[in-house]
């Protein structure tokens, strides 16, 4: 049975910069993410949504992999191995049966490179469905380090009602990660309209709720391909108390590459 003893756990948020279609320089970003969180000690590592091609990105349908057993998602729970990190990680994913099929994925990798948790996103923008297929399950995982925990991508945040986050709550979640791609118009003013109210209104009164706390990490990196093409992903990655309080805010901004650590005390 997981341990319901109070721990300390170090998340590092990966606020890293992928450029659309280039699959080698961005895993290639992740290693160096991956790397850098283990050496401040971190426990996990959260990364942005589609990692690996960058969000919607229409070089999806050619270069997505299946997951698990295709070479991205191997070289990945290779990091989390190496390293001995638990990783949460966007990816474009290749339906092994109906390889027509991408999806938008996410992996909950432990610190052995063992696969618990694989997510398909739900609540895609109309747009992107021309890029991915639906998921159609939800999961959470119970781990005798980090407790319960749960994976969502980014705008299944804020379907009506909240009713994905909810439902991992239900189902025991208080560790709720999700790796995001937030993005605004290339001419966005942040001083005249600050960016993530959205996220605060969508995750707040779930992380109060069901005393969770809550990550979303976005990448870093102007949009060059798909519907919105020249569009930059800022940043702005936050993570969320059981209170309902901004535990951690990184910066804002289409240049505004770091990791990002913080202590979560969780029971």
Request: overall charge negative; aromatic content about 6%; proline content about 5%.
């Amino acid at each position: 049975m997981p341990s319901t003893e109070p721990r300390t756990i170090k998340i590092a948020l990966a606020q890293i910069h992928i450029e659309g279609g280039a699959l080698e320089a961005n895993l290639a970003r992740v290693e160096v993410a991956v790397a850098d969180a283990a050496s401040a000690d971190a426990d996990i590592v959260v990364l942005p949504e589609a990692s690996d091609l960058g969000w919607a990105h229409p070089s999806a349908a050619k270069l997505a992999e299946s997951v698990p057993g295709g070479a991205t998602i191997t070289r990945i729970q290779a990091m989390a191995q190496r390293n001995h990190i638990w990783l949460c990680i966007g990816l474009s994913e290749r339906d092994s049966i109906t390889p027509d099929h991408c999806y938008n994925a996410a992996v909950l990798i432990d610190r052995q490179g063992e696969l618990l948790l694989h997510h398909r996103k739900i609540h895609e923008l109309d747009f992107a469905r021309e890029v991915y297929a639906t998921g159609s399950r939800l999961a959470v995982v119970n781990t005798e380090e980090l407790g319960c925990i749960g994976v969502i991508i980014c705008a299944d945040a804020f379907v009506p009602d909240r009713v994905i986050s909810r439902s991992l709550g239900q189902m025991g979640a208080r560790l709720l990660l999700s790796p995001c791609a937030w993005a605004v118009p290339a001419d966005h003013d942040n001083h005249a309209d600050p960016y993530g109210q959205l996220w605060l209104d969508s995750y707040t009164p779930v992380a109060k709720e069901f005393g969770m706390w809550i990550a979303g990490v976005s990448n870093v990196g102007q949009i060059n391909a798909g519907a919105w093409e020249g569009r930059k992903c800022i940043g702005n990655s936050l993570l969320i108390a059981p209170d309902g309080t901004t535990h951690l805010q990184a910066p804002y901004g289409e240049a505004a590459a770091g990791l990002f650590l913080a202590e979560m005390r969780t029971s």
